[in-house]
């Protein structure tokens, strides 16, 4: 049996629950900007930005990889892996090998690895959404700086949305 790091249930969309109340007007927002290279949702605790990316998530037709942070994640290997780990609940071999050298003694730079993993997501032809839950437990500069990178260089296909209780100093 291997074991594996990766916590699944951190790559599961929210399911919405009985009662909620729809907000057209910001799921329509989202809508609007998807074909941006991000969209970044903030707002204090309790304000519903989890609650809004997976009801926007239900009803989209675009593939939604979602990865739900805590501060466990606020480490570049972590951080990288489990980018990769959501992408793969949609196309389960993407990454596999970059995957597999992030898991491995002595792997290269993770900066190196995120390219690598760009390259790969760039020869994929599908748009796809990444969404990023609760980025405000991502602390580490190296951490943030791995996300820059990616945004810098994101495929076309590729679109992130980012929901955090605090800004972060993108100006995407």
Request: net charge negative; glycine share 2%; with cysteine.
């Amino acid at each position: 049996m291997t074991l594996d790091p990766i916590l699944k249930t951190k790559l599961f969309i929210l399911p919405l629950r009985e009662g909620l109340i729809s907000r057209p007007r910001l799921t329509n927002q989202i809508d609007v900007n998807i074909n941006k290279k991000v969209t970044f949702i903030s707002a204090p605790a309790g304000f519903g930005k989890s609650t809004l990316l997976a009801e926007w998530a239900a009803r989209t037709d675009l593939p939604v990889c979602w990865v739900s942070l805590d501060p466990s994640e606020d480490d570049p290997v972590k951080f990288l892996s489990y980018l990769i780990a959501s992408v793969q609940n949609t196309w389960d071999d993407l990454g596999e090998s970059i995957l597999s050298a992030l898991r491995a003694p002595g792997s290269p730079p993770v900066d190196m690895l995120l390219n690598s993993w760009i390259n790969e997501l760039s020869e994929y032809t599908s748009d796809f959404v990444l969404i990023l839950d609760d980025f405000h437990h991502i602390r580490n500069q190296e951490v943030q700086d791995l996300l820059f990178n990616l945004i810098d260089h994101q495929p076309p296909q590729l679109h992130l949305l980012i929901a955090s209780r605090a800004d972060l100093p993108i100006s995407y």
